[in-house]
Every structure is written in structure tokens, then in C-alpha cells.
């Protein structure tokens, strides 16, 4: 029997089958991820877009990894800050914990998903980016079948879709917020995508498309500028170390904020012998949290500061994501998100845009304090464990201030307690904030009652605590994949 190509996971199974189409045609990790990617803008709407940004982690064998930084920056060069519009707060129910997302044209930060893209498959990938764009323009003029948890994305911000005649277009079509079985069909979104593949990214930056989603935005209060757009850059980085029961775990440096989070908390378990139990779980958690501080966050942009930060600490010597391997030894972890959405699609160019100026979690100082050109400081943690040099788990989340701790958690399910990665994501979880213990049914949280923490339940698995997707290879050289259950995710092991 011939050896698997690889593995990939993914928050759609339609985007694990595209990712493992593109690496059957010769493509490598990278490949793989980026046709996932491309086609959840389909598939996974309302979670990214062309107009969202993210990051991506990569191990390539024989180099150094590398993380790409194509998240969204603060806009405003050049803007009247009198101009900019307010921004329209609206609260999303996930049935026992809400949260208040900010959304409209004051909220759109300046995107990077499509030079993002652009980059990493001229740099690393084996297949023509028109190749790997036009099975995802194809699901995106054909249309996608809303499954069960895309259904449920869709109701709980129907608060956001409806919130334009643009938006309501695609999800609320003659005013009813579309269901499970209904076809999202996106045709405008296609001809991007083809543009995408065919001229690269200078059409969204410096191009017509540029110019029409930043005339749309001035006329309505953003914020997002010709300059901002021109100016955009994929920023390559230096992934943060954390030691781990022997492993090597590579994740998301600043000016994102949850990669380094993630190292302080590995770095503080692994001074720990055996597995962690859930008091000292959460304990950790507690601590990681009490870190981010706004002298942390001011100080995510100083290049000195991860050492100086995890030395202070630590005992060492960071949505959607798609998870990938393949038997070449290559690893791809890559997390993008388009916020909670703007409810913002320009009309003409099918491109939804992000949220992520009306984000708490990424402006917890206050809103619209960063200075333009910024990187927002993002939870995304695109993250891989190498075991003797080679990759053994690579992982990453969805879930704003719970991706950290669903990959926390996730990590210590497959080393510590030795499960495959399926299993490790959709294991019940915890996560700590604002002194409530969250947890999902499955989770024995006597002991955390015992010592007075308070506890939030919640009566199944729910999209709050993450979306986790995992890809393994074990010691023999087996591959296993989880696609996490809370946000519909598949994973492919693919055969040759």
C-alpha cells in the first residue's frame, strides 16, 4: 500500500478535500493549505475573506521556518478623523456566553489576505496560483450548501448580515437569514478569486479593486485609505521557541499577542513533572491572562521584547485554520480570519470586509488607538511542534481570546495524555477569563469548585471555545488529522 501523501484539516470539509486535491496534483503543504484557504472564502463566508488577513507558519525541510504576517493593520493615512463614522456595537448570543462585536465601515482595518496568499505561493508553493484559485471561484459562482455549522454562524450574526442591503443580499436574501441547506452563491467573489490567480495582488492594493473598496469606505465613514492600501507589506518572521516535554514548539512572534501567551503558558506547564490536571490547567491560564497588561501590549512592537518578557517568566533556554503535513516534511499551519465580519461587502468586487478596528479583544485599550500602519495584535497562533527536528503536530484555532486556549489544550492532548489528533480536538475544554472557568460538557469541574472558582457551563460543544484544526505524524510515521466538530471541520488523510 503506498505511502499517504499527507494530511490536512480544515474548518469545511469541502475546503480538506480541496487542500488534498491540490496536494494529489503535486502540490506540497503549502499548496494544500492555501487551496483550503481559498476555498473557505466560499465555503466558510462569514469566518475570512479576501478582505481579512492572517498568518501563516512554515517548515520547510532543510530551512529555517518561517512565519508570513499578513494580518490587518490599523488604516489612516492621510483620513479626517472627523469623518470616521461610529461604530455600530452589536451582541452575538452563542446560547450561554455573549459577546459584543463592533461592525460598519469604521470598523474595516487594511487587509492583507490577498498579498498574503501571493506570497506564500510564489515563495514556497509548487502549483500556478490560478490553478489553486479556480476550484474555489468555482465553489464560489456555483454556490456552497450552508451545512449544520456554518448555518449556526449565520444565525448567531444575523445581527451583522443584515446590517447592509449588500450583505443581506448573499445571507438574508428576501429578508429571511439563510438556514442550513440553503446555497450561498457568490459570483462577484469568483471573479476576485480569478483575478487573484490570473494578476496577483496588485488589483486589491493599487489597482481598480483598491480603488473602489476605498472610495465605498470613504463615502461611509472608514477609515481604510489609497496610501494604507499602497503601502501594504507580508511581513516575514522569526516563529517564538518554547520548550515542551522535549519538543520544539514554533508559534506566531509579536506583535501578535498569542503566540508569545502560548509559550509563556507551555513554559510554565513543562516546569511541571507529568500531565497537567485541570486545576493547574486553569491556574495557568489565570497567569497567561494576567499578563496582558497595557504595558504588554505597548510593548509587542519592540523587537527586544519577546526576550526580555519570557526570560522574566519563564523557564526557557501564539477565525480558521488549516492544519497540513505531507511525507516530504513539510508543515503549514495557518490561521486567517476576517473578525466577526463588517457586515461591509463592497459592491462589485464580492469582498466582505473585516471587523477588526471593532474587535475588544484586539483593542483592548480602546478603539481606534493604534497608530496607522500598525500590526493589530492579534490571538491568532499558527503553531508547530517538532519532536527530534521533524514536525510531529501542527495546529492552530479559531476564537478570538479562546485560541489560546484551545491550543494550549490541544497541545497537551496529544503529548501529554497521548492522543491522536482527532481525539485531542474535540477532547471538552476549559478557558479562563474575567475569573469565570468556562467548560464544555465532559469536563469534571469539581475540583475547580472546591477551590472556589466560578463556574460557567455550557450544555454542549460550541463554537465559543474555538475552532481547532490538527494534522500529526507519529513516530512510525502515521498521519492522523482532527477537524474540530464546534465549527464543522474535517480532516483528510491523503492517499497517494
Known amino acids: 500500500m503506498a505511502e499517504p501523501l499527507g494530511v490536512i484539516a480544515a474548518g469545511h470539509p469541502v475546503c480538506a478535500q480541496a487542500g488534498a486535491d491540490a496536494m494529489r496534483s503535486g502540490g506540497n503543504a503549502v499548496d494544500g493549505a492555501l487551496a483550503a484557504m481559498l476555498s473557505s472564502f466560499a465555503c466558510e463566508p462569514l469566518l475570512t475573506s479576501l478582505g481579512a488577513g492572517g498568518y501563516m507558519l512554515v517548515v520547510e525541510p532543510g530551512e529555517a521556518p518561517v512565519l508570513l504576517d499578513f494580518f490587518v493593520e490599523a488604516p489612516g493615512r492621510g483620513a479626517d478623523p472627523a469623518a470616521r463614522a461610529e461604530l455600530v456595537p452589536v451582541s452575538v448570543s452563542f446560547g450561554d456566553a455573549v459577546q459584543v462585536f463592533n461592525i460598519g465601515p469604521a470598523s474595516v482595518g487594511t487587509y492583507g489576505m490577498a498579498a498574503g496568499v501571493c506570497e506564500a505561493s510564489s515563495r514556497f508553493g509548487r502549483i500556478p496560483l490560478a490553478d489553486l484559485a479556480a476550484p474555489a471561484a468555482r465553489l464560489a459562482r456555483e454556490g456552497v450548501e450552508l451545512n449544520a455549522a456554518q448555518a449556526y454562524v449565520v444565525e448567531i450574526l444575523a445581527g451583522i448580515v ?206 481606534h488607538r493604534h497608530p496607522p500602519g500598525r500590526r493589530l495584535p492579534s490571538m491568532m497562533s ?68 472546591r477551590a472556589g472558582r466560578a463556574i460557567g457551563r455550557f450544555r454542549e460543544l460550541n463554537l465559543f471555545f474555538g475552532g481547532a484544526q490538527a494534522a500529526a505524524r507519529d513516530g512510525h510515521g502515521s498521519f492522523s488529522g482532527g477537524g474540530d466538530p464546534r465549527r464543522g471541520g474535517a480532516a483528510v488523510v491523503v492517499s497517494a
Open 382 to 449: 499558527p503553531t508547530v511542534v517538532l519532536r527530534d527536528g521533524a514536525p510531529e503536530l501542527v495546529l492552530g484555532s479559531a476564537g478570538s481570546n479562546r485560541i489560546r486556549s484551545a491550543v494550549l489544550q490541544t497541545i497537551i492532548r496529544v503529548i501529554d495524555d497521548g492522543l491522536e489528533a482527532g481525539d485531542a480536538v474535540r477532547a471538552p475544554r476549559v478557558h479562563f477569563e474575567d475569573g469565570i472557568v468556562y467548560a464544555e460538557p465532559g469536563i469534571d469541574t469539581a475540583a475547580l469548585e
Open 162 to 367: 443584515t446590517s447592509t442591503p449588500e450583505c443581506a443580499a448573499l445571507f438574508a436574501p428576501d429578508g429571511r437569514v439563510l438556514q442550513a441547506g440553503d446555497v450561498v452563491r457568490q459570483p462577484e467573489l469568483a471573479e476576485a478569486l480569478e483575478r487573484l490567480g490570473g494578476e496577483g495582488a496588485a488589483p486589491f492594493y493599487t489597482g481598480d479593486i483598491a480603488s473602489a473598496i476605498v472610495s465605498w469606505l470613504a463615502d461611509r465613514g472608514g477609515i481604510v485609505t489609497a496610501s494604507d492600501l499602497a503601502s501594504y507589506a507580508v511581513v516575514p518572521r522569526e516563529p517564538i521557541h518554547a520548550a515542551y516535554r522535549g519538543r520544539d514548539v514554533m508559534t506566531n512572534p509579536p506583535p501578535s499577542a498569542g503566540g508569545i501567551l502560548i509559550a509563556h503558558a507551555l513554559a510554565l506547564l513543562d516546569a511541571c513533572a507529568g500531565p497537567p490536571d485541570l486545576p493547574l490547567i486553569v491556574d495557568t491560564m489565570e497567569r497567561t491572562q494576567s499578563e496582558r497588561t497595557p504595558e504588554f501590549l505597548e510593548g509587542l512592537d519592540d523587537p527586544e521584547f519577546v526576550s526580555r518578557f519570557l526570560a522574566r517568566r519563564s523557564p526557557l533556554g501564539s477565525t480558521t485554520h488549516v492544519a497540513v503535513l505531507d511525507r516530504e516534511g513539510w508543515a503549514c499551519s495557518v490561521t486567517s480570519s476576517n473578525g466577526s465580519c463588517s457586515g461591509v461587502v463592497v459592491s462589485g468586487t464580492g469582498i466582505h470586509l473585516n471587523n477588526m478596528l471593532g474587535e475588544q479583544d484586539l483593542n483592548p485599550l480602546g478603539f
